[in-house]
T-cell receptor, first 108, second 123 residues
Framework: DIEMTQSPSSLSAFVGDRVTITCQAS??????LSWYQQTPGKAPKLLIS???NLENGVPSRFSGSGSGTDFSFTISSLQPEDIATYYC??????????FGGGTKVEIK | QVQLVQSGAEVKKPGASVKVSCKAS????????IHWVRQAPGQGPEWIGW????????NSAQKFQGRVTLSRDTFIRTAYMELTGLKSDDTAIYYC????????????????WGQGTLITISS
């Protein structure tokens, strides 16, 4: 299976800060990468697919980039409602989709 | 709107079996694959398997093969996941999720999720 490594595992930032999370795949996955947001007690929510394609209704402060093995996810201006754990997930290697370990985002 | 409503939490003893249901509404049930994903406490999600609701064809992760059965009832728009031989490390929240795309093969992108079902394994 392809291993997905996210960093950092947690971060703390001020409201309005730019926040970036990275995700590295153990093998090339082209752009077959999605990002999910999970708030406590809730199911994950799809934010981005195909590495950079924002889902309908997702605020434009969220963005994703990358291809191959290295990807990033950015919140351009952190808002209080963005407090959550974020996961990357590859779907290049089917039927073996795998998730990263998650990045917990908190407000300072 | 798309909704996936799962059955309630359960407590099971080691060695027992559990069957979780996932009732779909708001879209054509047979058009999109249903995936099952679990999340152990404090861990990232882990894919269990998928089912094609139209054909009933399934596929599951190797670690679950022999222990998991995925099925569906198209008449009541419901998918099921049964896990046997439960162990303490099967304690997790189990989610059903609809594939994002209506395609012959699944995309592997989880577009809509159920609310989750907590399965606790305890003697």
């Amino acid at each position: 299976d392809i291993e997905m490594t996210q960093s950092p595992s947690s971060l703390s930032a001020f409201v309005g800060d730019r926040v970036t999370i990275t995700c590295q795949a153990s093998h090339g996955i082209r752009n077959s990468l999605s990002w999910y947001q999970q708030t406590p007690g809730k199911a994950p929510k799809l934010l981005i697919s195909d590495a950079s394609n924002l889902e309908n209704g997702v605020p434009s402060r969220f963005s994703g980039s990358g291809s191959g093995t290295d990807f990033s996810f950015t919140i351009s201006s952190l808002q209080p409602e963005d407090i959550a754990t974020y996961y990357c997930q590859q779907y290049y290697d089917l039927p073996h989709p795998t998730f990263g370990g998650g990045t917990k985002v908190e407000i300072k | 709107q798309v909704q996936l409503v799962q059955s309630g939490a359960e407590v099971k003893k080691p060695g027992a079996s559990v069957k979780v249901s996932c009732k779909a509404s708001g879209y054509t049930f047979i058009d999109q694959y249903i995936h099952w994903v679990r999340q152990a406490p404090g861990q990232g999600p882990e894919w269990i398997g998928w089912i094609n609701p139209n054909s009933g064809v399934t596929n599951s992760a190797q670690k679950f093969q022999g222990r998991v059965t995925l099925s569906r009832d198209t008449f009541i728009r419901t998918a099921y996941m049964e896990l046997t031989g439960l162990k303490s490390d099967d304690t997790a929240i189990y989610y059903c999720a609809r594939d994002l795309l209506s395609t012959v093969v699944p995309s592997g992108i989880f577009g809509h999720w159920g609310q989750g079902t907590l399965i606790t394994i305890s003697s």
